[in-house]
């Protein structure tokens, strides 16, 4: 009973190459996210979602275009990619309960990540 | 946007000792700030959070304090135990009116707890 799964877990790849990673959370979440963790373990956020429609876009090049067909799934194709590109890609998901005009805060459950190595 | 500091890369303690681990923040419309443990070649998780209306929480041997005048918080491990050891990363966040839960991550703190 994976609360947020990814796939593939490790993904090796040619430079120019065009990926896909999937990620699917079967917790129900409304809002689902995209990180990147580079060599240095720096955990930075790409993408949010929340019921399918965007709502963060980091500075990310736009090679990365997320893809969410519903609310429960959030893909991350990535076109052309590069050496730099090499990372451990983490999806997450939450669910946001806003209480009036407190805003609400809810803990993010991230997948298992999936390793991309650019040869 | 916000900024969040963590300024010790590692730090290494006997076990049974207590461990500090502090962060900084520049936003101070932030207001939600989470702690999150993540073991060698696995998912971040969420081991203790606190919103900005307190100033400490306390969960059996962690807990984390919050100080807003000073835009700083700190996780606090008592009687450190070796599955202790892992990189602990703190983060800050508006909460969903304030850019969607965006949560943005400190650069970790490698925790070594020696036998």
């Known amino acids: 009973d994976t609360a947020v799964s990814q796939t593939p877990k490790y993904l090796v790849t040619q430079m120019g190459n065009d990926k896909s990673i999937k990620c699917e959370q079967n917790l129900g979440h409304d809002t689902m996210y995209w990180y990147k963790q580079d060599s240095k373990k720096f955990l930075k956020i790409m993408f949010s979602y929340n019921n399918k429609e965007l709502i963060i876009n980091e500075t990310v090049p736009n090679r990365f275009s997320p893809k969410s067909p519903d609310k429960a799934h959030l893909n991350l194709h990535i076109n052309s990619l590069e050496l730099g590109d090499s990372a451990v890609y983490f999806c997450a998901s939450s669910q946001p309960r806003a209480t009036g005009k407190i805003s609400s805060y809810n803990e993010q459950f991230f997948g298992p990540g999936t390793r991309l190595t650019v040869l | 946007g916000e900024n969040v500091e963590q300024h010790l890369s590692t730090l290494s303690v006997q076990e049974g000792d207590s461990a500090v681990i502090k962060c900084t923040y520049s936003?101070?419309?932030?207001?939600?700030f989470p702690w999150y443990k993540q073991e060698l070649g696995k998912r971040p998780q969420l081991i203790i959070d606190i919103r900005s209306n307190v100033g400490e929480k306390k969960d059996q041997r962690i807990a984390v304090t919050l100080n807003k005048t000073a835009k700083h918080f700190s996780l606090h491990i008592t009687e450190t135990q070796p599955e202790d050891s892992a990189v602990y990363f703190c983060a800050a966040s508006r909460g969903l009116t304030g850019g969607g839960n965006k949560l943005t991550f400190g650069t970790g703190t490698q925790l070594k707890v020696e036998l």
């Open positions: 936003d101070s419309a932030s207001n939600y």
